[in-house]
């Protein structure tokens, strides 16, 4: 992807509307807090380095053909193809009234009356042109993106826009989103990972390779001039101050990252709570295999988190162990801490490294990368379909919490993948796909991945 990371890009924003679903110039004032809570995104990660001149005609422009007739579906193998065809005629139709010189991105704009557009269309090497030239890059969220989540939140346009930016400007993205040897995948912490779920920071590896993340904010250190150090990392939820981020270079292509969070700013507190310390692997040979998702299957990514539970987020006082390289998160207690807003981690060396990297060796800001080295064991399914009874099990591997507490009790030692909080019961509320309302659609409550619109997040 080549859109640029800094500077002032040109993007448009094209209402189009159909015969079986009209356009209201009552949602125009809505849809532009979306341009302005999206122009605040980047300039809060990009550090103002990436800003945007919107070009937003308030008009809808009428294409030739029912929203319908067009067959736009997402798993179609002519989806490309018709998604061509309907952005030919909505540049078509703006073409008079808009002028597309130095466009960087086009979003089309669909009613919130669409019903045939069931989830987006888009494409970033498209051969569509203006009068002004070619426009390769083009999106239009459907109707899942005027919906809610399945924990009842709205979806917004302005983190799908930023999303797919994200991925045009070279981010791979959808990682991680598991922690390693647990097979299933956790709720979203990453705006990259799911622009609807429960965050929408940009992680410290992706601020890093766009680089809007100074050197001076990253502590990096290659393993093998590691012995212990103590680092005080300041929250990516919070405005930029000290070290954001600590990353241990183990090879030429791996990479241990580690950073802080809190529920605060683009961050709720969600089913992991939203607080404390992050530990993920990056293996940049390795790409995503998103194949499973609909299953809630991680399968292979190019980053995994590292977590002795099921919950991504170390606890105080909790290490984690990568090629010889261990994470602790100290007390909050610890002198450095400032009113308790900051973490601190301890990050030492407990084998001698294999591999030698130097001080300056890094992975290039303009790497695409993909998912990571396994840190524990896989899951793997049972005789009876459900997980063995020697490994990690998530609850989307249940059909109801009583078969999850049931294998829980009858498998000491590998339940911290169903029972992420702790209480002694398995994939019930508060557990990482525990029960739910469904976001208020369901009488009663069922694993999450039982709601009918889980699989889409």
Known sequence: MD?????NLNVFLIPIDFSDAEGSVYQFDAVQEQIDLFNEWFDFHSRSALTFNWVFPRQWFRMPRSSADYGIIKQDPTYIERAWELASDGIAAADPSVDFTDNQFVYFLLPRTIEHIATDFGHYSAHVFSDEGRIPKFFGGGKYFYGVSYKGIPRQLWSLWAH???????????????????????????????QSGDSQILSAWDQWLLGWMPEEEVYC???????????????????????RAAMVPLSETTVIVVESRRPEGYTIPGDTGG????????????????????????????????????NPFLKVGQSVTVEGITVTYLQSDVSVVQ????????ITRISPPTTTVGPTTTVGPTTTVGPTTTVGPTTTVGPTGGPQNDVVAGCGWFGSQQEAQEWFEASPGFGHGVDTNDDEVACGVGDLGGLVDCGGTSAELVLAHLCPNYGTE
Do not use: C, W
């Open 221 to 243: 250190l290659p393993s093998s001039d590691l012995d212990v150090t103590d680092v005080d990392l300041t929250p990516l939820e919070l405005p930029p101050s000290g070290y």
């Open 164 to 194: 797919e930016t994200g991925h045009t400007l070279g981010l791979a993205g959808h990682a991680p989103v598991n922690v390693a040897g647990i097979d299933y995948m956790g709720p979203s912490l990453h705006l990259m990972y799911d």
């Open 275 to 310: 607080s404390g310390v992050l530990v993920y692997l990056v293996d940049t040979t390795k790409d995503n295999d998103r194949t499973g998702a609909g299953q809630r299957l991680a399968k292979e990514r190019f980053a995994e988190f590292v977590s002795p539970q099921g």
């Open 339 to 346: 009113s308790g807003a900051n973490d601190v981690v301890r």
């Open 3 to 7: 859109t640029p990371s800094t500077g």
